[in-house]
C-alpha cells in the first residue's frame, strides 16, 4: 500500500483540505454492498445503532442557528509534522515505549498505534507496566497491555473528561497526522498503514451503544466539482481500508446545486467511549494514579520498569520532544437532534450528528495554543452550515 500521501500539497492545502480528504478516504470495499442487506442483521443482534439512510433524498435537516447552541470547546490536537513517534528508549533502568502525535487522528489510530507499541515493548518484559496518559491512546495501550496478560497502572495528569480526546469530534478517519510537506520515512509509512489498518478492525468490533460507537453515513458537499478522483492521495492509498465510495448524481440528494460524495464510516463518540474504555481497565484488574509526571527523574522512579508513554502535547516538555505543536480546533454543539444520524462537510466545516448533540466543527489553526472559544470562529462556522442546511431540499 502506497502511503506517499499528499507530498505535493502544501501544508496550508492539506489543513484547508483535511475534511475534504476524508471524503476520497471511502474507496473499494464493498461496505455498502453489505448494507443493501438490511443493516439490520446487527441490529436484530443487540440494540447496535445503525441507522444508515436508505437514500440522500430525505434527511432531516439540521436547524443550525445561533440560538439552539448549548456549548463551544476548543481541543489542541498534539501535531508532530513527522508523524506520531512509536520507538522505545532505555531512560535509566527503565525501557520508555514512546505512543503519541497522533495529531488530528487519534481517535482512529489509537488502537492501532498502541498494537505496535506494545509489540515493542513487551516481548521478553516480566512484571507490571505503567502506561503514562488516559487519552484514547493511553486507554488502548492500558487495555492491549492487560489483554496480554501483565498487570497495569495508568498514571494521569487529568482523566476522562480533562482530556484532548474528549474535545475530538470521534470520525474514524486519520486526518492531520503528519506533515504532507515532509519525506516520511519508510518506517513512519509502514506504521501508519499498519495502525490504520489494525484500528479500523478494532472499532468494528466495537461498534455498540455502550462505546459509543455506530457506523454513519457521510455526505461531503462542495459547491464546486471535485478536483480529484477518490483513487489518488491519501484516500486512494488507504483503499482497502474504507467502505465504497460514490458521487451522488444531481437529484438523488436534497443539497440542491451542489456535488456530493458519500461514504460510509464510524463515529466513536467519546464522551460515552472513553468513560467505557476507563472502566474495561478497571474490570480487568487496571489500577489509576492521577499523577503528573513532571520530569525524567519521575519516570524513572515508578516501580515498573516498562513505561508506555501516551502523554500526547505532554510529551513536548517532558520528553523534550520540540516537534509537537498544537493544531487548536473550535467545535460548537447544538441541541441534539437523534433524528439525523449522519455528517456532512461543507467549506472546511463539519457536523456530526451525536448523542450529546450537533457537532459543528472543522477549524485548524497551527502553533496556536489558546483554548479559549473564539466568537468570530464560531460565526464562521454557524454561517458555512447554515447556508448548507437552508439550502437544502427533499428530492
Ligand atoms: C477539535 C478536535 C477534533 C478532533 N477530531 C478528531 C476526529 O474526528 N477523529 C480523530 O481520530 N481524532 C480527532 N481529534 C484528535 C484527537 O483528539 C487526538 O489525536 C487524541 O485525542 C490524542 O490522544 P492522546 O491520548 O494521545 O492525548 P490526550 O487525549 O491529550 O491524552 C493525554 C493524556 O496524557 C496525560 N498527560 C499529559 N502530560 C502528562 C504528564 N506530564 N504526566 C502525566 N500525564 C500526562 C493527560 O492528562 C492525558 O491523560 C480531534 C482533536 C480536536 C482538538
Known amino acids: 500500500m502506497n502511503v506517499v500521501i499528499g507530498r505535493t500539497m502544501d501544508r496550508r492545502s492539506f489543513l484547508r483540505n483535511v475534511n475534504m480528504a476524508a471524503v476520497s478516504l471511502a474507496a473499494g470495499g464493498g461496505f455498502l454492498g453489505c448494507l443493501k442487506r438490511p443493516v439490520g ?18 434527511l432531516p ?22 508523524g506520531f513517534r512509536v520507538a522505545k528508549e532505555m531512560v535509566g533502568e527503565t525501557a520508555v515505549v514512546h505512543n503519541y502525535g497522533h495529531g488530528g487522528g487519534g481517535i482512529t489510530l489509537s488502537w492501532g498505534t498502541s498494537k505496535l507499541a506494545v509489540e515493542l515493548g513487551l516481548p521478553g518484559h516480566v512484571g507490571p507496566v505503567a502506561v503514562l496518559g488516559s487519552g484514547a491512546v493511553g ?58 489498518q489494525y484500528g479500523y478492525r478494532r472499532y468494528q468490533i466495537m461498534t455498540d451503544p455502550k462505546y459509543g460507537i455506530r457506523w454513519m453515513r457521510n455526505y461531503f458537499v462542495s459547491d464546486a466539482p471535485w478536483r480529484s478522483s477518490i483513487n489518488t492521495g491519501l484516500f486512494g492509498s488507504l483503499q482497502g481500508l474504507l467502505p465504497e465510495v460514490q458521487d451522488l448524481p444531481s437529484g438523488a440528494h436534497p443539497f440542491v446545486g451542489r456535488f456530493v460524495r458519500q461514504f460510509d464510516g464510524m463515529i466513536v463518540e467519546p464522551p460515552i467511549y472513553l468513560p467505557a474504555m ?42 523534550g520532544d520540540e516537534e509537537m505543536t498544537p493544531i487548536r480546533g473550535q467545535l460548537t454543539f447544538l441541541v441534539p437532534q437523534p433524528e439525523v444520524t449522519y455528517a456532512t462537510s461543507y467549506e472546511n466545516t463539519y457536523m456530526f450528528s451525536r448523542r450529546d448533540g450537533v457537532l459543528l466543527g472543522g477549524t485548524h489553526e497551527m502553533g496556536d495554543w489558546n483554548l479559549q472559544p473564539d466568537m468570530t470562529t464560531k460565526a464562521s462556522i454557524l454561517a458555512k452550515q447554515a447556508k448548507l442546511f437552508d439550502g437544502m431540499r427533499d428530492c
Open 41 to 58: 442483521a446487527a441490529i436484530a443482534a443487540g440494540a447496535l445503532q445503525v441507522n444508515l439512510p436508505e437514500t440522500a433524498c430525505h
Open 61 to 82: 435537516r439540521v436547524r443550525v442557528s445561533a440560538e439552539r447552541e448549548i456549548r463551544t470547546v476548543v481541543g489542541l490536537r498534539p501535531f508532530r509534522p513527522s
Open 139 to 196: 486507554l488502548a495501550t492500558a487495555r492491549l497491555v492487560q489483554e496480554a496478560g501483565f498487570q497495569v497502572t495508568i498514571y494521569a495528569k487529568a482523566l476522562p473528561p480533562e482530556t484532548t480526546s474528549n474535545i475530538a469530534g470521534g470520525q474514524w478517519f486519520p486526518a492531520s497526522v503528519y506533515d504532507p510537506d515532509k519525506i516520511l520515512t519508510p518506517e513512519f509509512s509502514q506504521q501508519f498503514v499498519a495502525a490504520a
Open 278 to 319: 476507563l472502566t474495561d481497565v478497571r474490570i480487568a484488574g487496571g489500577k489509576i494514579v492521577v499523577r503528573e509526571m513532571k520530569s525524567l527523574t519521575d519516570v524513572q522512579g515508578l516501580p515498573e520498569r516498562l513505561v508506555f508513554n501516551c502523554t500526547g502535547l505532554g510529551s513536548k516538555a517532558l520528553f
